[in-house]
């Protein structure tokens, strides 16, 4: 069963961007561009979680999500360009279960999606076998191979393998740059875009072959990491 998102954002390049990369990740999106009528749009489409910018035309995104507090339990995600500590507070204090801050990474909204999703369905979501199958990976540091979800194996390189071998021996925690790059690689650290290329063509791979988006984040200031569930492989 598809998770139901309704993402509510003005800026028309994003909002499509949003629902494009949203939708090719499995998710059924609905996209609107103002926040009016947001209660009766939840009750005629019934979604789990609302994607809400706050810089919306007529009511803000703050006033929108008091207003289906008062009328619904749906997960709330806030998505907006304001940075400010109070904004952030403030948006939680008003019913949002995560503030994330623009540019994001369409790849980190997803994973906070899923995650929220889980927390919100409860056992219920965690009881639904084709779920949670969907987000665990194998990884086999013997063979060099990387296993989607659905089973599709995908071949590493030997900089690829590297890095997924210390993204994992510390998951859903952030790992530092000068860790995740293999020992005698070619890779710039200084500029830091040999490790941000690898990630990149690594991200681009996975989604060619499995047609997924591996859960592999930028950690601000730090490097990267592995924000999805995983088992060892190795035989």
């Known amino acids: 069963m598809q998770i139901r998102i309704l993402l509510v954002e003005d800026d028309d390049d994003l909002r499509d961007s949003l629902q ?17 009528h947001l209660v009766e749009e939840i009750a005629a489409y019934a979604p789990d979680i609302v994607v809400l910018d706050i810089n919306l035309p007529g009511q803000d995104g703050f006033e929108a999500a008091m207003a289906v507090r008062e009328h619904s339990s749906v997960g709330i995600i806030m998505l907006t360009g304001r940075s400010m500590r109070t904004d952030r507070l403030h948006g939680l204090s008003v019913g949002a279960d995560h503030y994330l801050v623009k540019p994001a990474d369409p790849a980190e909204l997803e994973m906070v999606i899923r995650n ?8 219920e979501a965690a009881s639904r076998p084709d779920e949670v199958d969907r987000d665990v990976w194998g990884f086999n540091a013997k063979r060099w191979t ?72 930028s950690a601000r200031s730090i490097g990267y990491v592995f924000a999805g569930a995983i088992r060892n492989d190795n035989d």
């Open 146 to 217: 990387l296993s989607c979800p659905h089973g599709t194996k995908v071949s590493l390189s030997a900089a690829e393998r590297h890095l997924l071998e210390k993204l994992l021996e510390r998951t859903g925690e952030p790992v530092a740059r000068a860790d995740l790059v293999a020992p005698g690689s070619r890779q710039d650290l200084d500029s830091g875009r040999g490790l941000d290329l690898l990630v990149f063509r690594l991200r681009r791979k996975v989604e060619r072959e499995c047609g997924l988006s591996l859960p592999v984040l």
């Open 20 to 36: 494009a990369y949203l939708t090719d990740a499995g998710l059924q999106v609905r996209a609107v561009r103002t926040a009016e």
């Open 116 to 123: 929220l999703h889980r927390r919100v369905k409860g056992p």
